[in-house]
Nanobody, 121 residues
Framework: HVQLVESGGGSVQAEGSARVSCVASGIAYRDPRMGWIRQSPGGRREVVATLDGYGGTLYANSVKGRFTIARGKDNYSMNMQMNSLKSSDTAMYYC?????????????????WGEGTQVTV
């Protein structure tokens, strides 16, 4: 049974910082690709950042230079530091995992999602 649990986020003033974290369990694949997907109040979904099993990272242009994704204590945990937050960053942030090969670039490319944590700027 795969479970993804997010924590962090909350309400932040513009230009402030926030951090979201995720712990995954029940994943048999050794080097899953993990990432953060956000859904804005208008419903738009966007892959914000991804992290592969070797530490490689990809970022959406909208957050490049402001957000940093990193592994946690093992390949099944991660966090994302968000700096210089803007009102346009307001969204529900979902931790997501892809266990098959290939680089996820769209929300539908991920196999499992968490329940999300809200970030409001």
């Amino acid at each position: 049974h795969v479970q993804l649990v997010e924590s962090g986020g909350g309400s932040v003033q513009a230009e402030g910082s926030a951090r979201v974290s995720c712990v995954a369990s029940g994943i048999a694949y050794r080097d899953p690709r993990m990432g953060w997907i956000r859904q804005s109040p208008g419903g738009r979904r966007e892959v914000v950042a991804t992290l592969d099993g070797y530490g490689g990272t990809l970022y959406a242009n909208s957050v490049k230079g402001r957000f940093t994704i990193a592994r946690g204590k093992d390949n099944y945990s991660m966090n994302m530091q968000m700096n210089s937050l803007k009102s346009s960053d307001t969204a529900m942030y979902y931790c997501a995992v892809r266990v098959n090969s290939g680089c996820p670039t769209q929300p539908a490319d991920f196999d499992y999602w968490g329940e999300g944590t809200q970030v409001t700027v």
